[in-house]
């Protein structure tokens, strides 16, 4: 039986500029940064960080395309710049600075070749951005964590790459529910409380 477009459900707002959008949900897991401790075995160059957070649950972010690219595009500026000065920087040098051996001047070459393409690397990313990269993610993560911090769901955010990287996971460690699955995707209702 078709459905009426009344019955269908309506395009999430997007995080950023409130509007009902194309766009997609972005998946990361918040939670309460207790403690942070680093660890050096006598005789080891080996240094291991251990930090420890509470209450780790998954969060959703739905962004609009357009709010998306602008988020990447306002997380590559940073290095975009650094990328392009240190390309221009080691160009320079390597030309103008006379070196008794040419072994310097073609590292400073081949640093400036490497930059400047991790700066047009960069800049064609932001400008025709793949929305789905672990990349893209955990810039829209940054831009989504104010917001995510003062709707109370944490203090420190992670994609799913990072969380798959960094956290142990065991069959039997947090296996989400529905529920739990519910509560931490759907940002468009007002937050239930617990009875107690």
């Not at 897991?29 to 080891?44: I, P, V």
């Not at 960069?122 to 993610?137: I, K, P, Q, R």
């Amino acid at each position: 039986m078709p459905q009426d477009d009344d019955d269908l459900p309506a395009t999430p707002k997007c995080l950023f500029c409130a509007q009902r959008r194309d766009g997609q949900r972005y998946k990361f897991f918040g939670g309460e940064h207790m403690s942070t401790k680093t660890k050096r075995a006598f005789l080891s160059d080996v240094t291991t960080t251990t930090s420890e957070y509470r209450k780790m649950k998954p969060v959703g972010v739905y962004a609009c395309r357009s709010c998306a690219k602008r988020a990447v595009l306002r997380g590559s500026v940073w290095i975009i710049a650094v990328a392009a000065l240190v390309a221009v920087g080691c160009g320079v040098a390597a030309v103008v600075v006379p070196f008794a051996k040419p072994l310097p001047q073609y590292l400073l070459l081949g640093t400036a070749a490497i930059a400047g393409l991790t700066a047009l690397a960069y800049l064609a990313m932001s400008l025709g951005a793949n929305l789905d990269s672990e990349t893209s993610a955990a810039m829209i993560r940054d831009r989504a964590t104010p917001w995510l911090k003062g709707k109370g769901k944490g203090d420190t955010f992670f994609t799913q790459w990072e969380y798959d990287i960094f956290f142990t996971k065991k069959p039997a460690d947090r296996p989400d529910t529905a529920a739990e699955l519910l509560e931490g995707l759907d940002d468009d209702r007002p937050a239930r409380r617990r009875r107690k």
